[in-house]
């Protein structure tokens, strides 16, 4: 008892920040990390007058390839999901096309 008696401050900071920085530490991982290995919705806004063509992960980034779009083109938002074998921890990214300028 007296080495929590001499201690307490000690033990109490340890008991009180190690969950909060644990938090922390959890939470500030990038949204795109956190799609890919826990499942979820990460979104990307594609640079305007940019027209999405492939998706791929390599290592823990995502890359995607773009194009100039032609005349006629209209902006859209595609979508592209993960499929794993047990259906659970599926990701999503989202990239969202857009004109320059309105």
Not at 38 to 60: A, L
Not at 83 to 88: E, W
Request: glycine share 14%; aromatic share 12%; charged share 20%.
């Amino acid at each position: 008892m007296r080495f929590i008696d001499r201690h307490f401050p000690l033990f109490f900071t340890f008991l009180i920040l190690g969950p909060i920085l644990g938090i922390g530490a959890v939470g500030g991982c990038n949204s795109q990390l956190g799609a890919r290995h826990n499942g979820g919705t990460f979104e990307v806004r594609v640079p305007c007058n940019q027209s999405v063509f492939d998706v791929t992960w390599k290592g823990d980034s995502l890359w995607y390839a773009t194009q100039s779009p032609g005349p006629n083109w209209t902006p859209e938002t595609k979508r592209f999901r993960e499929s794993s074998l047990l259906g659970v921890l599926e990701g999503e990214v989202v990239l969202i096309e857009s004109r320059c300028g309105g």
